[in-house]
């Protein structure tokens, strides 16, 4: 490969002629687990992890040139696949342009007019690097806008690694939460309440005895990080309703539905107009752009107009802002959604019949836009994290090994979804369907 050759002393390329199996020892030498995000690890499948090289459209390129059909997808942000090839054009221009700035640059304006342009309750917008730091800066401003401490979240739904959220249901009194990991104060979680999902009359309750010193409820309106686990729109809206009343901000937490259930996300779809919102994933159309977003007068609290602090070196990263608004213009341009959220239909109707051919249990899929779960049947509706069946872990980790096997690749935890993208054509879907015929039946 002799276009390698040139950078070859400066990058290196120890990995070319290795298995995964070869790279994943040296990995666990020099990083914990061998990664940098746990999923990445395997340890909720079981295995090796593969080690991809390359990507490009619905495809991903492991290190020995064998082919995957991509339905993780980095786990959401690319809505067009790898490397879609007109926004692949602007990223080949920004790098002929510049890589970081630092300073004020016309090309955050432009995204940053774009989103406000589109959605409504996106009256401001401040770009950050992850959605991560989205929800945390979220969390900031509420709290400073309310000059209360407490934070609400809901037990099932994930908003990033920061301390104040990565805390779990308490075994005590309603509301109450323990941490979710280690290493957290248990300073920075006294002001966390979590109460389940689906249960509109626990949070009436919580927020009659301490309503007034909740700053925030915040929701994945979509929960999509511990399965797929649809809300009913009447439990959405009655939330939102009461925090509301009792002065509390509501925040949105859309870093995986926003432009992804449709351009407006779940706050589209539910008419809702949360007070803040978080974006990730999609916004940087593959790059590690982050946002927060909301009313007008929340984000002039904000530094330098303000006095929450918040900065960051590499914020509004040029590649981001630039693929991110490209990819964006593209999702409306094409009339993305609709086709995709079809295609998404065909490919789990598919993939639910064959798998039933197993005879081993019922499968079933469930689907919201281009997101999908698979798991086993139940007869009630899956709204919360105890309803999960037992087995589902193993269940999943059988068919997911199978799959990967002849080339598709989930994302590694039945735990996450799945996600299509609009390089995921009729045909992409149609070969999937073949080779999981294949797959899933032979033994
Ligand atoms: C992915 C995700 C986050 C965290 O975003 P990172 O970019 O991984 O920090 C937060 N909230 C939700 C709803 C997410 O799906």
């Not at 934070?151 to 979710?180: P, R």
């Not at 064959?354 to 007869?379: M, P, Y």
């Amino acid at each position: 490969m002799s276009q390698h050759s040139s950078q070859e002393k400066l990058i290196g390329n120890t990995w070319r002629g290795k298995t995964s199996e070869e790279l994943f020892e040296r990995a666990k030498l020099v990083s914990p687990g061998g990664v940098h995000s746990p999923v990445r690890s395997f340890r909720s499948v079981g295995g090796t992890p593969v080690f991809f090289a390359s990507a490009n459209g619905a495809t991903l390129t492991d290190i020995q040139g064998k082919e995957y059909v991509d339905y993780c997808l980095s786990f959401g942000p690319l809505i067009l696949g790898h490397r879609d090839p007109e926004v692949e054009e602007v990223v080949r221009e920004t790098a002929g342009l510049a890589w970081s700035f630092g300073t004020a640059e016309p090309y955050s304006l432009e995204l940053a007019e774009f989103i406000t342009n589109q959605i409504p309750w996106a009256e401001k917008v401040r770009f950050v690097n992850s959605g991560t730091e989205a929800v945390m800066s979220a969390l900031r401003v509420a709290r400073a806008a309310t000059g209360r401490e407490k934070i609400l979240k809901f037990d099932g739904c994930y908003h990033g690694h920061l301390d104040a959220l990565l805390v779990k249901t308490g075994s005590g009194l309603a509301g109450e939460s323990s941490s979710d990991s280690a290493g957290i104060s248990a300073h920075s979680i006294a002001n966390t309440l979590v109460l389940p999902l689906d249960d509109e009359s626990v949070v009436e309750e919580l927020f009659a005895k301490e309503g007034k010193d909740i700053a925030a409820l915040i929701i994945e309106p979509l929960p999509a990080n511990y399965g797929l686990l649809i809300q009913r729109k009447e439990f959405l809206l009655k939330i939102v309703e009461t925090a509301k009343k009792h002065g509390t901000l509501v925040i949105f937490d859309e870093v995986i539905s926003g432009f992804r259930t449709g351009f407006q996300g779940m706050s589209g779809l539910l008419g809702v107009r949360p007070d803040l919102v978080t974006y990730g994933k999609i916004i940087g159309g593959g790059f590690p752009v982050g946002c927060y977003a909301g009313r007008k007068d929340l984000l002039d609290l904000v530094a330098p107009s303000g006095p929450v602090y918040q900065a960051g070196t590499l914020s509004a990263s040029p590649f981001g802002m630039r693929a991110g608004l490209a990819t964006l213009k593209k999702t409306q341009r094409d009339n993305v959604y609709p086709i995709i959220e079809q295609r998404t239909k065909t490919l789990t109707e598919g993939l639910v019949s064959i798998l039933n051919q197993r005879g081993d249990q019922e499968w079933e899929a469930v689907i919201h836009s281009s997101l999908f779960w698979l798991r086993k049947k139940t007869s009630e509706p899956v709204r919360r994290v105890d309803q999960i069946s037992e087995g589902h872990k193993e269940g999943f980790a059988k068919v997911f090994h199978a799959l990967l096997n002849e080339g598709i690749y989930l994302a590694p935890s039945g735990y996450e979804v799945g996600f299509l993208s609009f390089a995921h054509t009729d045909l992409v879907i149609s070969k999937t369907l073949e080779i999981a015929q294949k797959a899933l039946t032979k033994n």
